[in-house]
C-alpha cells in the first residue's frame, strides 16, 4: 500500500513563495508512478495542478504555468512544488496523489492514492 505525506503549507502574503514536500512510501521499484500535486478551494472542485512522471516530464495547469515548478529526487520518492508569484486565488488544501495506470493526466478520479492534504493560504 503505498503512503503519501505532505510537508510544508502553511501563510504567505501575496507574491510571496511556498515549496510543498510529499513523500511516497510502500512503493514498489518496478512500478511506474505518475505523482503530482491537486488542490481543493472552499466551494469548489478538486482541480488538478501539477503532476510529473518516472521519467520527469511534467504538465501544469495553465493557472499555475510560469508560476509553480513540480521536480522530483533522484530516487522518485519524493516530489516537490516550488509555489512563487503567489495569488489569493492559490489559496486551498493542496493534496498529493500517485497513480500507477496513468501518464501525466491531471483527472484526479485516474489516481488511486491520495495524501491527507496540507493547507495553503495566500493573505492580501
Known amino acids: 500500500q503505498v503512503h503519501l505525506e505532505e510537508s510544508g503549507g502553511g501563510s504567505v502574503q501575496v507574491g510571496g513563495s511556498l515549496t510543498l514536500s510529499c513523500s511516497a512510501s510502500?512503493?514498489?521499484?518496478?512500478?511506474?508512478?505518475?505523482m503530482g500535486w491537486f488542490r481543493q478551494a472552499p466551494g469548489k472542485e478538486r482541480e488538478g495542478v501539477a503532476v510529473?512522471?518516472?521519467?520527469?516530464?511534467?504538465t501544469y495547469a495553465d493557472s499555475v504555468k510560469g508560476r509553480f515548478t513540480i521536480s522530483k529526487d533522484n530516487a522518485g520518492n519524493t516530489i516537490h512544488l516550488r509555489m512563487a508569484s503567489l495569488k489569493p486565488g492559490d489559496t486551498a488544501v493542496y493534496y498529493c496523489?500517485?497513480?500507477?495506470?496513468?501518464?501525466?493526466?491531471?483527472?484526479?478520479?485516474?489516481?488511486?492514492?491520495w495524501g491527507q492534504g496540507t493547507q495553503v493560504t495566500v493573505a492580501s
Open positions: 510529473i512522471d518516472t521519467d520527469g516530464t511534467a
Open positions: 510502500g512503493t514498489a521499484a518496478s512500478n511506474h508512478y505518475c
Open positions: 496523489a500517485a497513480s500507477t495506470s496513468v501518464w501525466l493526466s491531471l483527472a484526479e478520479f485516474q489516481y488511486e492514492y
